[in-house]
């Protein structure tokens, strides 16, 4: 896992000492800027972006007001700590309206530092986290809003396609994802394969020695194939059939497994 990056931002130099002393040892990647004009250089090059500023308010000819507003223009989820010695209630509420994440009145100790900066970066991951999911659910929208307009498409030719479709399941063969109903399946590797081989060969169905071959990649008696695709199989059912009853995927007495979308 990357280290957090934050940079320190603080025009006087004994404020900016103790700051990376305060976060030296928690397995941070700072990095420092002497004044408003270099923290913003180092905003627009940065090749990896910060994940929290340490900003001081009073600084000259640009100051903390603005390095925020240019923060949060670069990146909305980017957590930022105000530290000033110098507070108004009018800088303290501009700061806050900007989303800052904390607001802290110099001299702050360490121990308060250290704290502040981790709840700061759980907010930031809280939000990342929040915002890929958003994301993901816009994009499974537009691909059935995509989907709404290939129905008549035969399943030979849907096999061959990036999103396939059968009934409430739609599977993105390119990111590996799938979902039904409009939810996101958790599924293992196995289970994935499994569920694309039975959708595609469906409405026929597929032995056990098929699916192993198909969904694990290798073959296998018919004793073995049974035993290890009845578990693959049970478990698929477990995140997918309502009320865990066979209705997607069912059982064809000798001849093995059959994906139903009806």
Not at 10 to 16: L, M, S, V, Y
Not at 48 to 70: K, S
Request: some cysteine; hydrophobic content about 40%; aromatic content about 4%.
């Amino acid at each position: 896992m990357t280290a957090p990056r934050i940079l320190i931002i603080d025009d006087e130099p004994n404020i900016r000492l103790i700051l990376e002393r305060a976060l030296r040892h928690e397995g941070y990647d700072l990095d420092i800027a002497a004044n408003g004009a270099e923290a913003l250089q180092k905003l627009a090059g940065a090749n990896c972006p910060y994940d929290l500023l340490l900003l001081d308010l009073q600084m000259e000819p640009v100051d903390g007001l603005q390095v925020l507003q240019a923060a949060r223009e670069q990146d909305p989820d980017l957590a930022v700590i105000i530290l000033t010695a110098h507070s108004t209630v009018d800088s303290a509420i501009e700061a806050l309206r900007r989303n800052a994440f904390d607001y802290l009145l110099k001299p702050a100790l360490p121990e308060t530092i250290r704290r502040r900066v981790h709840a700061g970066l759980q907010q930031r991951r809280r939000a990342l986290q929040q915002r890929q999911l958003m994301g993901q659910v816009e994009t499974f929208r537009r691909i059935l809003v995509e989907l709404d307009d290939d129905d008549s498409l035969p399943a030979s030719r849907l096999a061959h396609t990036r999103f396939i479709r059968s009934g409430n399941l739609v599977i993105d063969s390119h990111h590996r994802t799938a979902t039904l109903k409009g939810r996101l399946l958790e599924l293992t590797t196995a289970e994935f394969e499994t569920l694309l081989c039975l959708v595609k060969a469906a409405p026929n169905p597929l032995s056990p020695r098929q699916l192993v071959n198909c969904a694990l990649g290798y073959n296998a008696n018919e004793s073995e194939a049974r035993k290890v695709i009845k578990w693959h199989i049970h478990r698929l059912r477990r995140k997918i059939e309502p009320d865990r009853k066979p209705h997607y995927i069912k059982t064809v007495r000798h001849k093995g497994y059959l994906w139903s979308n009806e």
